[in-house]
């Protein structure tokens, strides 16, 4: 403005900066740029070109994991001046829901306090499907199953939560909807056995599994739309880089830009009172109990 003044009524800096009631300091003051500046730039870059999806917040995070000094509004002032940008998603309309199963209404108050599963679909190079089971722990957000195969049966199901049982312990709840996959009776029969209370949501109302939700279109915008899959094994090898770059590396926002496995380092589970008794895993005879409740060729 001073400059546009002195240009077009012929008046000197300090007449202009005067009639503007601005300081002549202002206009000859040329920013310094700190010494670390280009480096974080570089840096900054790399990490755009391996994460495309992430924004600059989530950028800072990852920079401040790495000891830079990187406070939000630095590096969106970085982000802006290299022409960075995230390209907007249409947010839905968020509802209430009805249902008393609502992930609103039925909080997840402490770790493996509820888990929610959902499948999710795509296609490798040559046009055959593939299908991913996630099993995810609403309160850490951590991922603790990423399965795809060619198809997944019952069987398969009642396999990875019994693992995830013996490895981590039983949730008390799993939310779902009611998808033809998760009432199945032989699943229903198997979780009513170890004592897990099924959450289902109303029918079409995916808000009311809100987490289960959010983790897809993460899985999805992050993952799925970005990566070729040429054979299962490759899609295997890739889902399992994916899950624990997701669950030990990615900063997640409703955490405080923590990620998952950190945050999930950091809380109890709930442990049941002893007097409680603990239904096993296997039948008398030591098999698994898949082979008890499962009928054979039942397809999720």
Request: proline share 5%; glycine share 4%.
């Amino acid at each position: 403005m001073v400059v546009k003044l002195q240009a077009e009524f012929a008046v000197s800096e300090r007449r202009a900066c005067c009639v503007l009631n601005q300081p002549r300091t202002s206009q000859r003051y040329e920013s310094k740029p700190r010494s670390d500046e280009p480096a974080l730039v570089k840096r900054m870059l790399e990490l755009v070109r391996q994460r495309p999806r992430f924004g600059y917040r989530r950028i800072a995070a990852l920079l401040r994991a790495e000891s830079w000094r990187a406070s939000a509004t630095r590096i969106y002032r970085l982000w802006r001046r290299e022409g960075l940008k995230v390209p907007r998603k249409k947010r839905k309309r968020r509802r209430l829901g009805t249902s008393a199963n609502s992930c609103d209404r039925r909080r997840a108050e402490f770790k493996d306090h509820v888990w929610t599963w959902d499948f999710a679909f795509d296609h490798t190079s040559g046009g055959s499907t593939l299908k991913w089971l996630s099993v995810v722990d609403e309160y850490t957000r951590e991922c603790l199953a990423l399965k795809v195969d060619r198809s997944i049966t019952s069987e398969d199901v009642i396999d990875t939560l019994a693992e995830l049982f013996a490895m981590r312990g039983v949730p008390r709840r799993i939310r779902s909807d009611n998808g033809s996959e998760f009432i199945a009776r032989a699943i229903q029969r198997w979780l009513a056995h170890v004592a897990v209370e099924t959450l289902y949501i109303a029918p079409a109302s995916p808000w009311e599994n809100g987490y289960a939700e959010s983790f897809h279109s993460r899985l999805r915008d992050e993952f799925l739309a970005v990566e070729a899959f040429e054979s299962l094994p490759a899609a295997r090898k890739l889902t399992t880089a994916w899950k624990e770059d997701y669950n030990h590396h990615r900063p997640h926002g409703a955490l405080g830009y923590v990620a998952p496995a950190a945050y999930g380092a950091r809380c109890c589970s709930s442990v049941r009172a002893s007097a409680e008794p603990q239904p096993s895993l296997q039948n008398s005879s030591g098999n698994p109990l898949t082979q008890t409740f499962i009928t054979p060729g039942t397809g999720v």
